[in-house]
């Protein structure tokens, strides 16, 4: 399955961050609302990038925070690809592109406790658990990795 960035207005990313959003309604107990998705030009180039796997069975997000800073988001797997690696393969080449494409030297991350596969597969991926940080709404658990 192709991994590929694409413009964070198409078709194509409405449809995988609005099925991202709807799963974690279910998930989330107190809920979730799709304002808390972050903005098109959030994740556009050079101040970030979305990546989606195939016709919008994964996606992936890295925002600039702060110089040489980025953080992941909205990294979501559809459950019909789940237990494939597909996750890791959209965690890795965020990296690169967060890396090489926008120049950012460490990625954090902030994720809710019911997710506890996005946990495990941050913790298997070399991200560290690091003080709280930001705004993030939803966030009980927060990561950090250096890309040097």
Same mark, same amino acid.
């Given at each position: ?6 413009? @964070?207005? =198409? @078709? ?28 098109? =030009? ?9 990546l ?8 992936a ?5 702060? @110089? ?10 559809? @459950? ?5 690696g ?37 913790? =298997? ?20 990795? =250096?890309?040097?």
């Amino acid at each position: 399955m192709d991994i590929r960035a694409i413009d @964070p207005e =198409s @078709p194509l990313a409405r449809r995988c961050l609005t099925a991202y959003a709807a799963e974690l309604r279910t998930r989330f107990p107190e809920g979730f609302d799709d304002g808390d998705l972050v903005a098109a =030009s959030e994740l556009t180039p050079p101040a970030g990038v979305l990546l989606v796997a195939g016709d919008g069975m994964g996606c992936a997000a890295v925002r600039t925070i702060a @110089p040489q800073t980025g953080e992941v988001r909205h990294m979501w797997v559809h @459950p019909n690809a789940r237990g494939q690696g597909l996750g890791r393969r959209l965690l890795t080449e965020l990296e690169h592109h967060a890396h090489d494409d926008l120049g950012l030297t460490t990625l954090r991350l902030g994720t809710h406790e019911v997710l506890t596969e996005a946990a495990a597969l941050y913790r =298997s991926a070399g991200y560290d658990a690091v003080d709280p940080y930001g705004d993030t709404a939803h966030v009980h658990h927060w990561f950090a990795k =250096s890309l040097r």
